[in-house]
């Protein structure tokens, strides 16, 4: 199959390069000619785990090449991707679709052959019929079908997931529609990923389903941990209480500062709107909504009590400011707004991430980026565990507390024990235990 993948963000070139290592002719495009030149010179413009190398065999194959120009991509390829941003829209929070709409309309004046353009991104219920309605405008003569076929990938894991899904899911009732796919997805139906075919609304509605599920197992362990403080319990002992139960499952479980990140923020805001246009108000998600934009102020306001009430003046370290591990994104990610909570309370923040601070910079301009963890330490009043990186685990703590001024330690994704932290001399405090 030949394939134009339209965006090479996380989502479009991860998708790209694992089609590609599955045998099929991939071109990714990107309006943005820095990340094209970048790809073109083989550097990655994004860091996720094993894609450089996935990356440079596919090229080297001939399978996988990178593009500025969508016209002559679109015009030859079986199937058309699109993989663009679908951000929060400013003001309102429903999803901004103008990259979607812009995309949708620079197809619709290249296609040449029959193909499928098929939806990637992110859109609510009813953007499939959209993209097709200014397809169609634009190119009332031509032969395709719009497919929905969201994507389920995390990143920092995103190669594995692409390549071993719990699911592939396509919305389209059309038959040669659904055969393309099939092709497309073959390699994966020899590792038994189930493929569920249903009809386009559906599969747009699952994708917003899932983020929003998950983000309220997220945010029900975070109300827990709360009581779970109040009254002497152990939340991660909750959390495996009850995710032993098949029923419930044991992922999704961890406390901490909140979900952040490229996609449950923006995806449970606009999901939440559309019910509300729908007159079909979801009640649960505006309240994991609300609790989990309460929560990342929260976070900084725990990190103060810590401290017995009063950081003005204090200089707290932040070790991790990424939303999750293993990636460089920063969007929506707590770290930000934790670190604004404590800047306002009069604290002086410095930070190391070990892949997210050239994002990060732009984003917190009052945070004063450290060149590693034990520099962003020196003599610091508190240390604040954000971001649960592997090299924050196994810190050399009577190292850590030789360099600290302090001895305070929150550790926001309770990646120590705290005994463990009392026995080596920290005032310790974690997240529901
Ligand atoms: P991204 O911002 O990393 O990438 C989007 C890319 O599209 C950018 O490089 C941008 O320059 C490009 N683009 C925009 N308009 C274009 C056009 N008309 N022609 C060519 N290129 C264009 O975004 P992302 O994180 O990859 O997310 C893409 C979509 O996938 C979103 O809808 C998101 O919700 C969804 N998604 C993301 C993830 C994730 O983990 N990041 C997971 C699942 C789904």
């Known amino acids: 199959m ?4 339209i965006g090479s963000g996380y989502v479009g070139l991860v998708s790209g390069a694992c089609f590609a290592d599955f045998g099929h002719d991939v071109v990714c495009v990107d309006k943005d000619p820095a990340k094209i030149e970048s790809l073109l010179a083989g550097k990655m413009p994004i860091y996720e785990p094993g894609l450089e190398g996935l990356v440079a065999a596919n090229v080297r194959a001939g399978r996988l090449s990178f593009s500025t120009d969508l016209p002559s991509s679109v015009a030859d ?21 103008s990259y979607v709409r812009d995309a949708a309309r620079e197809i619709g004046e290249s296609i040449r052959k029959r193909c499928v353009v098929v939806t990637k991104s992110t859109v609510p219920v009813g953007t499939g019929d959209e993209v097709e309605k200014i397809i169609r405008q634009t190119a009332p003569d031509a032969d395709f079908e719009v497919v929905s076929n969201p994507e389920f990938l995390r990143e920092g894991a995103a190669i594995g997931d692409f390549k071993r899904p719990d699911r592939i899911v396509v919305g389209t009732e059309v038959e040669w529609a659904r055969e393309y796919m099939r092709e497309i997805y073959q390699p994966l139906f020899l590792n038994e990923s189930p493929i569920l075919f249903v009809s386009r609304r559906t599969s ?17 362990i975070n109300e827990m941990a709360d009581l779970c403080e109040k009254v002497g319990a ?6 495996r209480g009850i995710g032993l139960d098949g029923r419930i499952g044991s992922k999704f479980l961890h406390a901490g500062p909140g979900y952040g990140g490229s996609c449950f923020p923006k995806d449970t805001l606009a999901l939440m709107k559309t019910a509300q246009d729908h007159e079909a108000p979801l009640q649960i998600v505006e309240a994991v909504v609300r609790v989990n934009d309460l929560r990342k102020r929260a976070m900084a306001r725990k990190v103060i009590a810590a401290m017995g009430g009063d950081v003005e003046g204090k200089r707290i370290a932040m070790l991790g400011l990424t939303f999750k591990p293993n990636t460089d994104d920063m969007r929506d990610a707590p770290a930000i707004v934790i670190a604004q909570g404590l800047i306002d309370a009069g604290a002086e923040v410095i930070a190391y991430d070990p892949e997210g601070m050239e994002a990060a910079a732009a984003l917190m301009p009052g945070v004063t980026m450290a060149e590693g963890a034990y520099q962003a330490l020196q003599d610091a009043d508190c240390a604040v565990i954000v971001t649960e ?5 196994a810190l050399a703590l009577p190292r850590v507390l030789a360099t600290m001024r302090g001895n305070t330690l929150v ?8 005994e463990q932290m009392k026995a080596a001399g920290f005032h310790y405090v974690s997240v529901g235990r």
């Open 204 to 220: 747009e509605v699952i994708k917003y389903a899932a983020n929003a599920f998950l983000a309220t197992k997220i945010t029900f």
């Open 2 to 5: 030949k394939i134009a993948m």
């Open 234 to 239: 152990n939340v991660q002992d909750v959390s």
């Open 411 to 418: 550790d926001l994704r309770n990646i120590y024990k705290p």
């Open 77 to 97: 390829a079986d199937a058309v991707f699109i993989a663009v941003g679908t951000p929060s829209r400013r003001g309102d929070g429903f999803a901004d679709l």
């Open 389 to 393: 990186w592997d090299v924050f685990r």
